[in-house]
């Protein structure tokens, strides 16, 4: 019996490592964005781009609307959503999409307790990156 794959994991589609400066920004399947800093905070958006999500380096969590116009709640935070931005600006223009999905294919998140995909560590060797995500998503690209 043949039967095809109607569901598809969410995974890393595009990343960019500018941690000699900033951190590590990535792209999830789904759309959603995020950048790990150097400092350990995340920092990320949901695929329509309508709340931002933040963990400060004691692991809270907490999420605001994303608004063009400056408007945040969290003023403290315009650097990094203006960061942010940029990670989303790089990857659309600079980075090739990886996978297109059939036609139908949903996606499934698995174990993620944020908003947004975060990703807990990562790793270069060589020519290999490995992610870690906080959706039990351990990814590995050459």
């Given at each position: 019996v043949l039967f095809r794959l109607?569901?598809?994991?969410?995974f890393v589609s595009k990343w960019?490592?500018?941690?000699?400066?900033?951190?590590?920004?990535?792209?999830?399947?789904?759309?959603s964005v995020?950048?790990?800093?150097?400092?350990?905070?995340?920092?990320?958006?949901?695929?329509?781009?309508?709340?931002?999500?933040f963990t400060d380096?004691?692991?809270?969590?907490?999420?605001?609307?994303?608004?063009?116009?400056?408007n945040q709640p969290f003023p403290e935070l315009n650097h990094r959503v203006s960061l942010l931005k940029y990670y989303i600006q790089?990857?659309?223009?600079?980075?090739?999409?990886?996978?297109?999905f059939i036609p139908g294919m949903e996606t499934l998140r698995t174990g993620?307790?944020?908003t947004v995909p975060q990703l807990r560590r990562w790793g270069r060797r060589g020519v290999?990156?490995?992610?870690?995500?906080?959706?039990?998503l351990v990814q590995v690209n050459h």
């Open positions: 109607k569901l598809a994991p969410v960019v490592d500018y941690s000699n400066k900033f951190g590590f920004g990535f792209q999830m399947s789904d759309g995020g950048v790990l800093f150097n400092d350990s905070t995340k920092i990320g958006t949901t695929p329509a781009m309508d709340i931002v999500e380096m004691k692991g809270k969590t907490f999420c605001f609307p994303w608004d063009d116009n400056a790089y990857m659309d223009e600079n980075l090739a999409e990886s996978v297109t993620q307790k944020t290999y990156v490995a992610m870690e995500m906080n959706n039990h």
